[in-house]
T-cell receptor
């Protein structure tokens, strides 16, 4: 079955540091890929997405590129802020699934210190 | 545009008691999902609705969980009776038939004592 694997956290960085959160996936078809963010006490918010190979999703300074050859969708940001502290979830949705059911990774907690 | 609304935000009950969660989707979103998120883990799908029809409930523990989506809009998820292991955050998400992703509500944090 489909699965998503993320690097375990917490990831602790100083403000303005470079961020990478690794995400790899296994899928039987050709999935769409997503990053969701969950701020403390809030629900999940869609951060960015990519629907085909080599697509780059971007939002709020975050980027991720759909790499089919390495089955990866790593999240990056050039300069993190304290306000980026949250839990980040990588997810996939198979195209054949008309309901677009999401399969999530376990989440990676990011802590940014001033 | 209003987001997905869930209530209550928090619920504390004793084991063997019933509990219900309510979700109001974004207007026009025909697909509705209920997920359970255990502490430190990603959400796991419980049930998916297309309009008022439950099209995927294979992960729903049907001995104690039930859900409904009358008129294809609001949905309720019920647990009766609750067990200690049901303590989790229950998330509602809605979407359309495209690949635009799902929109999540804030969740209901359930604590079973």
């Amino acid at each position: 079955g489909d699965s998503v694997t993320q690097m375990e956290g917490p990831v602790t960085l100083s403000e303005e540091a470079f961020l990478t959160i690794n995400c790899t996936y296994t899928a039987t078809g050709y999935p769409s890929l997503f990053w969701y963010v969950q701020y403390p006490g809030e629900g999940l918010q869609l951060l960015l997405k990519a629907t085909k190979a080599d697509d780059k999703g971007s939002n709020k300074g975050f980027e991720a590129t759909y790499r089919k050859e390495t089955t990866s969708f790593h999240l990056e940001k050039g300069s993190v802020q304290v306000s980026d502290s949250a839990v980040y979830f990588c997810a996939l949705s198979e195209r054949y699934n008309a309901g677009n059911m999401l399969t999530f990774g376990g989440g990676t907690r990011l802590m940014v210190k001033p | 545009e209003a987001g997905v609304v869930q209530s209550p935000r928090y619920k504390i009950i004793e084991k063997k008691q019933p509990v219900a969660f309510w979700c109001n989707p974004i207007s026009g979103h025909n697909t509705l999902y209920w997920y359970r998120q255990n502490l430190g883990q990603g959400p796991e799908l419980l049930i998916r609705y297309e309009n008022e029809e439950a099209v995927d409930d294979s992960q729903l523990p049907k001995d104690r969980f039930s859900a409904e989506r009358l008129k294809g809009v609001d949905s309720t998820l019920k647990i009766q009776p609750a067990e200690l292991g049901d303590s989790a955050v229950y998330l509602c998400a809605t979407g359309t038939s495209g690949v635009g992703g799902q929109f999540f509500g804030p969740g209901t944090r359930l604590t079973v004592l």
